[in-house]
């Protein structure tokens, strides 16, 4: 019997192990896309890019998370979300708990060939401090990032060049809002100096 449970134990190890595939993703937003923020409405538009790095992972849901005490979840609706890649995915959204609202982008599994998930959304702040921190730097708030939202990918496993039929959670995180063209410089510059006191 004991024998047994341990030959039970090093299979499910072993089923476990061929399916854990190393994988990991970002994500990226631009709060500030063409630049469209308003701070007399606390609107704008974003655009966020969604990237997988393992090809043997297929993705075909993207949950993305929009927090009530930061945006206003009475102006989002199925409007507001359009898959800009792929073209296929379509969106749709719901509250969780009269606090949270989720879109949901889905369609048919891509790999990374067809990355990135490119989602933008119109959407519409409680109030335009949650754009700016009191210092109005960088797009933060007294929380912290409003722009790092939490993410999910999910899809089904593509091993062996096949597509097994059981959807699986595969990465989360948060988002990161792309840098603003002064911390780009401030980068740049940080960069040369270092570069120019190490020649002397």
Same mark, same amino acid.
């Given at each position: 019997?004991?024998k047994?449970f341990v030959v ?7 089923i476990k192990g061929a399916f854990a ?9 631009? /709060?500030?896309f063409? *630049?469209?923020? *308003? ?7 974003? =655009?966020? &890019?969604? &990237?997988f790095? #393992?090809?043997?992972?297929?993705? *075909? $849901?993207l949950?993305?998370?929009f927090e009530a005490d930061?945006?206003?979840?009475t102006?989002? #609706?199925s409007?507001?979300?359009? $898959?800009i ?21 889905? %369609?048919? /599994?891509i790999?990374?060939l ?7 959304? *119109? &959407? ?8 700016w921190?009191?210092? %109005? ?5 007294d ?7 939490t993410y999910?990918?999910s ?21 990161? /809002? ?16 270092i570069? =120019?006191?190490?020649?002397?």
């Amino acid at each position: 019997m004991k024998k047994l449970f341990v030959v039970s134990i090093f299979i499910l190890c072993l089923i476990k192990g061929a399916f854990a595939l190393p994988f990991s993703s970002s994500g990226v937003v631009d /709060p500030n896309f063409n *630049n469209s923020w *308003n701070a007399t409405s606390a609107s704008g538009i974003a =655009r966020y &890019y969604f &990237y997988f790095e #393992n090809p043997n992972v297929s993705v *075909n $849901v993207l949950q993305l998370r929009f927090e009530a005490d930061v945006f206003d979840i009475t102006k989002l #609706n199925s409007a507001s979300f359009q $898959v800009i890649n792929p073209g296929s995915w379509t969106s749709e959204i719901f509250v969780e708990n009269n606090a949270v609202k989720w879109a949901i982008a889905s %369609g048919h /599994p891509i790999t990374t060939l067809q990355d990135p998930i490119v989602l933008q959304v *119109n &959407y519409s702040l409680i109030d335009s401090d949650r754009m700016w921190n009191s210092q %109005g730097t960088n797009w933060a708030w007294d929380e912290g990032q409003v722009w790092a939202q939490t993410y999910t990918l999910s899809g089904p496993l593509f091993w062996n060049n096949q597509i097994k039929n059981w959807d699986m959670p595969i990465s989360g995180g948060s988002t990161s /809002p792309v840098p603003e063209p002064a911390t780009i410089a401030l980068l740049g510059l940080g960069a040369l100096g270092i570069i =120019r006191s190490r020649k002397k």
